[in-house]
């Protein structure tokens, strides 16, 4: 299993930016897809972004295409997300999650989360 949690959040305005960290156990993160979720209250977890174990290929929410980044390190066994122009519709607690297989989309095959770190833009 691979063990993982979440930095990086705070309070910011609406054009500001953040960047999230997820920090992964060194032994097996290397082997799997990555990816971010998010929850607002009263929501679903949504998806937010993904990255193949390589770090070659990634996958983006429509709603966060052009401006988040995700990436990797692998030699350090990190997880991260660059959030530029930030709305508050970005509000959610964002979680880090180990892809185990299946859809890249769906939380379902996600089997290992963090512990979330929050999110919160002011208008």
């Known amino acids: 299993q691979v063990q993982l949690v979440e930095s990086g959040g705070g309070l910011v305005q609406a054009g500001d930016s953040l960047r999230l960290s997820c920090a992964a156990s060194?032994?097996?993160?290397?082997?799997?897809?990555m990816g971010w979720f998010r929850q607002a209250p009263g929501k679903e977890r949504e998806f937010v972004a993904a990255?193949?174990?390589?770090?070659?290929?990634?996958y983006y929410a429509d709603s966060v295409k052009g401006r988040f980044t995700i990436s990797r390190d692998n030699g350090k066994s990190t997880l991260s997300l660059q959030m530029n122009s930030l709305k508050p519709e970005d509000t959610a607690v964002y979680f880090c999650g180990a892809h185990t297989g299946g859809g890249v989309y769906s939380d379902h095959f996600y089997n290992y989360w963090g512990q979330g770190t929050q999110v919160t833009v002011s208008s």
């Open positions: 060194a032994g097996t993160f290397s082997s799997y897809m």
């Open positions: 990255i193949r174990a390589s770090g070659g290929t990634t």
